[in-house]
């Protein structure tokens, strides 16, 4: 059971889109709509901010959006701020009732 | 509001034994999984397991299988991780949180617990 795969950085301009991607195989991200992806802020606990691929809990601001495209799922962070700043993790369903985490995203704010 | 409160950091020595809990409160303690994420030093996130409090009915990622014991008292509404013979590479913090089941998320989390195994 391997992570999913993210790109190990990523950045933007305040205002502006950033999109990270997780790509897993069929067994995970392809054959099931359980992504999740989550916000760590250094030294803090995860946070939960898109689940079921595209939806947002209560109170994760609507500039957050998930979508998915065969075995990669996306998050995009439009109207970028400085809070934004943190580590992003995808995460998904893998089968035999086991989830796995991706590598994780450092995304910076320019 | 949904609380997760975990025990404190811990310092062991290899080969000792540990228990760390993660108490909930705000929910109904049975009818919700919970389960535990690795995070070793300047590293991502592992799933590692979850438990249905309700049956104690445990899944473990592979990787973990065989070298953690996720329990829980609904007595109490206490989960717990448990080593028998911790390794240094077991240093990280693990944090505990709400998990959906079906649809396989983590919602609410604990503030996480430190765990150092060192000579």
């Known amino acids: 059971q391997s992570a999913l795969t993210q790109p190990p950085s990523a950045s933007g301009s305040p205002g502006q889109s950033v999109t990270i991607s997780c790509t897993g195989t069929?067994?995970?991200?392809?054959?099931?709509?359980?992504v999740s992806w989550y916000q760590q802020h250094p030294g803090k606990a995860p946070k939960l901010m898109i689940y079921?691929?595209?939806k947002r809990p209560s109170g994760v601001p609507d500039r957050f959006s998930g979508s998915k495209s065969g075995n990669t799922a996306s998050l995009t962070v439009s109207g970028l701020q400085a809070e934004d700043e943190a580590d992003y993790y995808c995460?998904?369903?893998?089968?035999?009732?086991?989830?796995?985490f991706g590598g994780g995203t450092k995304l910076t704010v320019l | 509001e949904v609380q997760l409160v975990q025990s404190g950091a811990e310092v062991k020595k290899p080969g000792e034994s540990l228990k760390i809990s993660c108490k909930g409160s705000?929910?109904?303690?049975?009818?919700?999984?919970i389960g535990w994420v690795r995070q070793m030093p300047g590293k991502g996130l592992e799933w590692m397991g979850i438990?249905?409090?309700?049956?104690?009915?445990?899944r473990y990622s592979p990787s973990f299988q065989g070298q953690v014991t996720i329990s829980a008292d609904k007595s109490i509404s206490t989960a717990y991780l448990q080593w028998s013979s911790l390794k240094a590479s077991d240093t990280a913090m693990y944090y505990c949180?709400?998990?959906?089941?079906?649809?396989?998320?983590?919602?609410?989390w604990g503030q996480g617990t430190l765990v150092t195994v060192s000579s």
């Open positions: 705000g929910y109904s303690f049975t009818s919700y999984w």
């Open positions: 438990i249905y409090p309700g049956d104690s009915d445990t």
């Open positions: 069929s067994s995970d991200v392809g054959g099931y709509n359980y």
């Open positions: 079921e691929v595209s």
């Open positions: 995460s998904s369903y893998a089968g035999s009732k086991r989830g796995v």
């Open positions: 949180a709400t998990h959906s089941g079906q649809s396989y998320y983590f919602d609410y």
